[in-house]
């Protein structure tokens, strides 16, 4: 299984990105994707945002109004959009999925995407 995220990079404060991470790999059923952080030499990882299947989502209050988790089902796919971003939301993106694969529940993570805010 994989987890491949793309859209990170450097943006001024203020600014916009939207990440993305497919999912691939032997896959029969990809249940909650979502996106977690870590700021680099500082602690572990933190919640962003997840969605189920049914779109539900889970956002950490302190990003409610300025990130938007959407999925894309048959792309096993998940996104997140960032909107006024502060120098704080500098970190490392994570996806992460809890999916079955050859039958079995299990989860997976992505290797990361660097997110750096700053003028």
């Known amino acids: 299984v994989q987890l491949v995220e793309s859209g990170g990079g450097l943006v001024q404060p203020g600014g916009s990105l939207r990440l993305s991470c497919k999912a691939s790999g032997g896959i029969s059923l990809v249940y909650v994707m979502g996106w977690y952080r870590q700021v680099p030499d500082n602690g572990g990882r933190e919640l962003v945002a997840v969605i189920s299947r049914n779109s539900s989502t889970k956002y950490a209050d302190s990003l409610k109004g300025r990130f938007a988790i959407s999925r894309d089902l048959a792309a096993d796919t998940v996104y997140l959009r960032m909107n006024s971003l502060k120098p704080e939301d500098t970190a490392v993106y994570y996806c992460?999925?809890?999916?079955?694969?050859?039958?079995?529940?299990?989860?997976?993570w992505g290797k990361g995407i660097l997110v750096t805010v700053s003028s």
């Open positions: 992460h999925a809890d999916l079955i694969v050859g039958g079995r529940p299990g989860d997976s």
